[in-house]
Every structure is written in structure tokens, then in C-alpha cells.
DNA sequence: AGATATACGGAACTGCCAGTCTCGTAAACT
DNA sequence: AGTTTACGAGACTGGCAGTTCCGTATATCT
């Protein structure tokens, strides 16, 4: 095995190293203060390196922050009460790190300011989000818990921001029980009622 | 009536002209590239009138953006499935102006940034929207509408972040019907739900 | 082996912007 | 008259993202 590129090849590490720099970063100072200099004397690495791997510090950020394991499809749990408390958890642990939580509004705000294909990153998130959601959704009707699918954006605001809005408008505290067990009942609420379940009139 | 204070008084007209720099520029280039500079260039002003008035760029552009008629009561529309929309309408036309839209991600990170007493004027405008879902829920408890009262942070995250997932999470495009009436129903069932309406089993 | 191309850390440098300060001047008070 | 605060204009500071250059290391190609 050989490398089919010139001259000398990417250091494995740094990527690593880069990333766990900026984990400790975020949960240390957050994102506004977490610095593109910070990050790179932490991880011990110039910043010529950061920039050959990442366009700007919001792509650098927005990479060391994705864990994959966030994006896993909910498990059917034969029921759609069961399967919006899935979906509801799985945006909980997306948004709700200590790494993510600091550095969410900040990155929103940065990554819209870049280009078109950068902002395209986020939007990665949003539409796995949806296919599960549509899932999710069109599992119910077939199991009869739904007459019809709703409107799939309606549905996504809603859970999507609903989260949000605990986590970063509101800012209650997440309770013991954990935040996508005390939204889940409304939500399952609106989604039966917008499905028109048999017994829920109108 | 003379002026119990000492020295010059401040100019009257500038407050105004500043706002309507702010709001100038907010549409036009939006909430980053609206710099303190181009405030006070277009405002027609110097800077330090600008930090003689407010500590900082962000509650410079917070009190611009705040208008005092969103902070109107909903009506009584005499059914929580109404009171709902009012509701719903009053967050839409409180975050959905072309100013307001802008401003409103990077103003939400500049707030938090700041030490505690700034950031408690975002604040206001969510005790003040959390007491009128407060009267609109309890309204509706008196009415017999719903069993009991649900929890009003879990439907206040409901209501708010549904609208702010809306137009800067997904970034939909807001529906001709209004954005407040696309959520509504849904957000109705859920309150429903959570209230225990009659009709309603568990 | 030698040439070429890309990588590395370190550090200097550019450009932008929020926020402060200074200057000469104006408008109110005592 | 004297004091105090306001004004516009513009210089200045400090912090940070992003770029460039240096000397050096490590790969492929001829």
C-alpha cells in the first residue's frame, strides 16, 4: 500500500489531536473564546495545519463536534408515543453535550455567514433528521395510529425546536427525567392530533 | 420644567435616527457586517453618542429591534384552540420582521456573552410572553376546555422554538397562510393533549 | 541519488471590528 | 463667567480570523 499522492503525506494525528483540542475548549471557555490560536497551541500543531484541513473555524469546529453516532435511526419501538420519545432523544443528544451546548449558537451564526456549500454542513443533520422523521411518521399509518401523515416541516419544527428552545431560548434546566421524556407526551400530542388518530375527533 | 441634570442635554432626534440606521442595515446587510461604524456613519453620529446610550453593540441593536407593540395581550377569543393562534401570531410577528430575522441569531450570542444584566433584557420579552400563555392556559382551564394546567415551560419551548426552528433552523420558507396558522393545530393537540381535554382519553 | 512536491511548527503579518479616548465646539446649568 | 455634559470627527487599542513565509521533514518520481 503506497500513497498515490506527491510529496510528504498528512500527519495521522493531528486530526485527532485537533479534535479533542477543541472539545476541551468549548467546555472550557466556549465557542467565542475558544480561538483558532488556542486551539492550534493546544493541540500543538501551527495553524498552516488547521486551514490545510478546514476551510474557516466554523467548518474546524462543526467537524470536531459531529459525532456519528448521533445520526443512528431510532429503533422502531411499536409504537409511535414510543418512537417520537426515540426521535426526541436522539435530538437531545445531539444538541445537549457540554461540547455541542456551548458551541451551537455561535456556529449557527458563523456557518451562515459562509458560503452557500459550507452551510450546506448543518443541513446534513437536518435532512437525516427528516428521513427518520418521515419514518417514523409513516411507520404510525401503517400501523392504523395515524389516519394520515402530517405535514413532515410542521413536525420537524416542532420537535427539533422545541429542544432548542429549552436548551438555548428558554434555558430551563434539563430535568432528571431527561428533556425528550417531558416533551414527548405534548409532542406525541400534536402529531395525533395533526394525524387525526381514530379516537382524537377532529 | 427645566433640566435637573447638569451640563448639555442630550440631543433628542439621535435615538431615533439610530434605530432607523439599524434597521436600515439589518435588512440590508443583516446583523455581522452591521457594524458599530456604519451605524454611527449612517445615523449621521459620532460613537460616543452611541456608547453614551448603550454599553454595547448588541443591546445598541436589541432596543432598535424591540417594538413595544409586540408586547400587546392576545385576545380572548373565547377558545384555546383561538387563543393559541394569537399566541402563536404575537411570537411570529415578534421574530419574523425583516430587521428582526437578521439580527436575531447573532444578537442571541452577543447577549449571552455579555455579563448577566444584559443578558437578562432578552429576558424580558420571555417572562412577559410566559405570562400571557400563563393566562391563555389558565383561561382555558375556567372554560373547562382542559382538565388541569400543563407545564408552561414544556409548552412555552412548544410554541417558541416551533417558530424559531422554523425560520432559522430549517429556514422554511414561511407558508402565504402565515406562519403562525401552519402551527397552530398541531401545537393546539399538543396543549390538548397535555391539558387533558375532555374528549381526549389520557 | 537528486529533484520535486507537499507536509510540519513557529511566527510574523493583514484586515476587520468593538470599544475607548482626545480634540475642538455647543448648549444647558449655577 | 464658570462648570458640566453633550456633540461629530477621527485616532487609537486589543483581539481574532485567516494568510504568508521560514527552515525543516518526508514522501514520490526519474
Redesign the interface.
Known amino acids: 500500500m503506497t500513497n498515490n499522492r506527491r510529496g510528504r503525506p498528512r500527519e495521522q494525528g493531528i486530526d485527532e489531536a485537533v479534535r479533542a483540542a477543541v472539545n476541551e475548549l468549548l467546555e472550557e471557555v ?1 465557542y ?1 473564546r475558544c480561538t483558532v490560536d488556542a486551539i492550534a497551541a493546544r493541540a500543538g500543531v501551527g495553524k498552516a495545519a488547521l486551514y490545510r484541513r478546514w476551510k474557516s473555524k466554523a467548518e474546524l469546529v462543526f467537524a470536531a463536534v459531529v459525532h456519528d453516532d448521533a445520526l443512528a435511526a431510532p429503533p422502531d419501538t411499536g409504537t409511535l408515543r414510543g418512537d417520537v420519545a426515540g426521535v426526541l432523544a436522539d435530538i437531545q443528544s445531539a444538541l445537549d453535550g457540554p461540547q455541542v451546548r456551548n458551541a451551537l ?2 456556529l ?2 458563523d456557518l ?2 459562509e458560503d452557500a456549500p459550507t452551510a450546506r454542513l448543518g443541513e446534513l443533520f ?1 435532512v437525516r433528521e427528516r428521513a427518520y422523521l418521515v419514518e417514523v411518521l409513516d411507520r404510525a399509518v401503517n400501523r392504523g395510529e395515524l389516519l394520515r401523515r ?2 413532515v ?6 420537535l ?7 436548551l ?3 434555558r ?1 434546566a434539563v430535568p432528571s427525567g431527561g428533556l425528550a421524556e ?2 414527548a ?10 394525524g387525526g388518530v381514530a ?3 377532529t
Not at 416541516?153 to 416542532?158: F, S
Not at 427539533?160 to 429549552?166: D, E, I, K, R, T
Not at 407526551?185 to 395533526?194: C, R, S, T
Open positions: 466556549g467565542q449558537p455561535g449557527l451564526v451562515r455567514a437536518l402530517p405535514e416541516p410542521v413536525v420537524h419544527a416542532m427539533l425546536g422545541s429542544v432548542f428552545a429549552w438555548h431560548l428558554l430551563e417531558a416533551l407526551p405534548g409532542l406525541y400530542g400534536a402529531i395525533a392530533g395533526l379516537h382524537f375527533p
